[in-house]
Every structure is written in C-alpha cells, then in structure tokens.
C-alpha cells in the first residue's frame, strides 16, 4: 500500500490523513508535541469548509457539536450597527451558515478517526527529500529513525521547516503590524455574535455551545512586546467599548488569555509542491485571521490534495501534485490577499480614514443584508 506521511497533526495536517486514508493510503502522522493540545480557542467554520469536510464524512459531526452564527455583523465601539447578517441570509445563499467551536473540539473530531497506530507523537521531521520521499525523524527518545513515503504533506505550520528548505530564499511571513488575544469566557446569556471596529483596534465576540463565547482581539503595537497581565491590557484598550464586551472581559480567566503577534506571506510560493513532497495550510499560504479562513483553505488543501493524488507511480504522485498545486495557489492567493486588506483597513487609525471607512460600510448595510453577504460569494461557494 502507497504510504502518506504527514507532517503535523493540526487541523490541515489531520484533515489530510483522513482524506488520504480514505482514498486508500497508508498514513503516518508525525506531531512532534508529546500531545495534541491546539493553539488557539475558538473557531469559525465557514460554508466552504463545511463542504469539505462533507467530502471525509465528518460535516455532519462538526454542525451538531457547534453553534451556528445567528444574526452578526460590524459595529462600532459604541454598539451602533455598520452592517448585519443573519444565519438564514447566509444559509439560503451558500447552502449552510458559519458555525462555531473550539478549535479543540475539531481537532478531536479528526484526531479520533485516524487510523490506529497512525499517530506518532514527540516525533518532529527534520527532513524530507522531495526526490525519494525519504524522511528523518527526531523520536521521543532523543535518537533519529528514517522512514520512506511515497508522499509527505507538510502541514508544519507558519514556520515550516519544510517550506524553507524546498524554496530557499523565498521571503519568509512578516510581522503585519498588529497583535491578538484570544480567548473562551463563560455567558450564561444569549449573545450575538459581531465584530467592533475602533481606530485600530478589533474585538470579536463568537457565541460557542455549552453557555461560552470566544472572544477576540487586535491591536497595532511593535513585534514581541507583551503585558504583565494579558487580561488587564484588553481592559485598558477595550473596557469602555459596548456591552457585552465590558463584561465578558470581566469574566476573563486571566490565564486563560492567549497573545500571539499576527504574520503573514505576502509573498506567494512559486509552487506547493516540489517532488513528492506538498505543502499545506500554514505551511504554503500564512495569513491574517480578517476572513476566518486559515483553518478552512487548510480543509480545502487536504480535500483537493486527497483528490489529485491517488496511490499510484511516482509519475503519477508527482502529476497529481502538480494539479493540487496549481489549483490550490489560484484559490489561495486572492483570499490571503483580501484577508490581509481587510486587516489593513481595519487597522486604520487616522480619524478621517476611520470615518470614512465607517460611512462607507453603514452605507452599504443600509442597503440590506443581501449585500453584506453577497461579499463573500469568491469564498464561500467552493467548489466553484
């Protein structure tokens, strides 16, 4: 049997194990983590990547286990509407709404159908040789092992070591300027969801199941600085802002309040592939969080390479990969284009430009929320 081996056990590295498993590969899951504990809280599950996940049986499991974005849209730190849209506008539009869960429940969902014995954990790739497919693993003992696949997935992340070492010289992801916090707060109440634009700050409230709500935040500041207390500094920027959002920092766990600074590729990778090794998710397209679609184009990867590559010759590996590379890069690259602008022009601090940016989306919300929605069509209806 044609052996996978993948490279990372988050959410594309598993989704792309399953997929393979199911189109008749022997997969090998390297997570170089003695568990698999996401980074992250919470996650927006978008139409496009329901679809996907159609594809691999497990749409269904996800809709049940998440809550589904009812009424949202933008506003500004006052609580005034810029913009609003239903579940039901996106639904009759797209065939589904967005739905929302932690991060970890998703990563369960996938880690729980592998396979057995396809997981390998503390097991980090060092290398992988396009040509043969030969890959070297540091092991939970210290030592290294050499394994052969006929494929590897690097799914490594946004600073894969396989990536630079397929394309070297290649720009590696910036700092983008901004910082977020991320993080799930217990509410007993009904809150909706929404995003609030100020003069360059964000904050996201996401309704999840079970009476919680994933909150999220950014922030221009320089690269690497952090504060004594996360939870204080998301007061200080954000306490005065509309309700809920007062309270749901109140009921913050300070520890559990995650930082990480935003990064992304504004260079696009010649290729996904090389050899018979491809690049997935973070690993071939780094972006900003503006369009919620890192987790979902890393769904869509796995699916498509699962699709093109079936186990066969190395001719036929390598072809396969061509086409999921092709395809994969004109699908990528105007999103992580459109997601870092919105990120720019959220980002915006100049009072005139933020004014200007507010009257033009409260102009075209007046207009209903068909429109709001229709600015998703290039996103959310794939396949094409």
């Excluded at 093109?308 to 010759?313: E, R």
Aim: charge should be neutral; glycine fraction near 12%.
């Amino acid at each position: 049997m044609a052996h996978a081996v993948v490279a990372g056990a988050g959410i594309g590295g598993l989704t792309a194990a399953l997929a393979l498993a199911r189109n008749g590969w022997q997969v090998t899951v390297l997570e170089q983590a003695a568990s698999i504990e996401p980074v992250g809280a919470g996650l927006a599950v978008a139409p496009n990547a329901l679809r996907a996940l159609d594809v691999i049986g497990l749409g269904d499991e996800v809709r049940k286990l998440s809550a589904i974005q009812g009424e949202a849209g933008l506003r500004r730190p006052s609580g005034r509407w810029l913009s609003r849209t239903t579940a039901e506008d996106a639904a009759a539009r797209y065939g589904d709404s967005t739905v929302l869960l932690t991060r970890s429940a998703l990563v369960g969902i996938l880690a729980a159908r592998l396979p057995e014995d396809a997981l390998r954990l503390g097991t980090r790739a060092e290398s992988a040789d396009p040509g043969t497919g030969l890959v070297t693993l540091t092991i939970p003992t210290g030592g290294t092992e050499t394994i052969r696949a006929d494929l590897v997935v690097a799914a490594d992340g946004i600073r894969s070591r396989t990536r630079a070492a397929l394309f070297p010289g290649h720009p590696e992801p910036v700092y983008t300027g901004v910082t977020s916090w991320r993080a799930i707060v217990p509410c007993p109440g009904a809150v909706g969801a929404s995003e609030t634009w100020g003069a360059g700050l964000v904050f996201g409230v996401m309704p999840l199941a079970g009476g919680q709500v994933y909150c999220y935040a950014t922030a221009p500041v320089a690269a690497g600085l952090r504060a004594e207390s996360e939870k204080d500094e998301l007061i200080r920027l954000f306490g005065r802002w509309h309700d809920p959002i007062p309270a749901l920092l109140a009921a913050a766990d300070p520890d559990a309040v995650l930082r990480h600074d935003i990064y992304a590729l504004d260079t696009p990778l010649p290729a996904f592939h090389s050899g018979r090794i491809a690049l997935l998710g973070d690993a071939a397209h780094p972006m900003t969080p503006n369009l919620g679609q890192g987790a979902c184009q890393a769904i869509e990867d796995a699916v498509v390479l699962a699709r093109h590559v079936s186990p066969g010759s190395p001719t036929q590996i390598t072809g396969g990969l061509a086409a999921y590379s092709r395809e994969r890069l004109a699908r990528t690259t105007p999103i992580v284009r459109r997601s870092r602008l919105i990120g720019r022009i959220s980002g915006w601090r100049d009072p005139l430009a933020v004014a200007l940016r507010d009257g033009a989306m409260r102009a075209a919300g007046l207009l209903g929320p068909a429109v709001a929605v229709r600015q998703f069509d290039s996103v959310f209806r794939w396949p094409a």
